[in-house]
C-alpha cells in the first residue's frame, strides 16, 4: 500500500549501508543502482537493514534515483 497515490514500489537488494540510514540498492527487476533513506516507522521501530536484506522501496513519480524503504521483506 503506497503512502503517495502516485508512487511506484520495487524490490531490491542492499548493496551498501551509508552514513544517516541511508543505503546503496540494486533492484531486482533492472539491476540498477539507486539511493534509498528508511521511512519514519521504520526509524521508529528500530527496523535494523543490513547488507544483502532484500527490500520495498517506493519511489516519487518525479525522482527515480532515490526512494524511500518501506518494508525488509
Do not use: C, W
Given at each position: 500500500?503506497?503512502v503517495?497515490?502516485?508512487?511506484?514500489?520495487?524490490e531490491?537488494?542492499?548493496?551498501?549501508?551509508l552514513?544517516?540510514?541511508?543505503?546503496?540498492?540494486?533492484?531486482?527487476?533492472d539491476?540498477?543502482?539507486?539511493?534509498?533513506?528508511?521511512a519514519?516507522?521504520?526509524?521508529?521501530?528500530?527496523?535494523?537493514?543490513?547488507?544483502?536484506?532484500?527490500v520495498?522501496i517506493?519511489?516519487?513519480?518525479?525522482?527515480?534515483e532515490?526512494?524511500?524503504?518501506?518494508?525488509?521483506?
Amino acid at each position: 500500500m503506497p503512502v503517495l497515490k502516485n508512487a511506484r514500489q520495487e524490490e531490491g537488494v542492499v548493496e551498501e549501508a551509508l552514513p544517516a540510514a541511508t543505503f546503496k540498492i540494486r533492484l531486482l527487476k533492472d539491476q540498477r543502482m539507486v539511493h534509498g533513506y528508511l521511512a519514519g516507522k521504520m526509524r521508529i521501530y528500530h527496523i535494523r537493514i543490513i547488507p544483502g536484506d532484500k527490500v520495498l522501496i517506493e519511489f516519487s513519480p518525479y525522482d527515480n534515483e532515490k526512494g524511500r524503504i518501506t518494508r525488509r521483506l
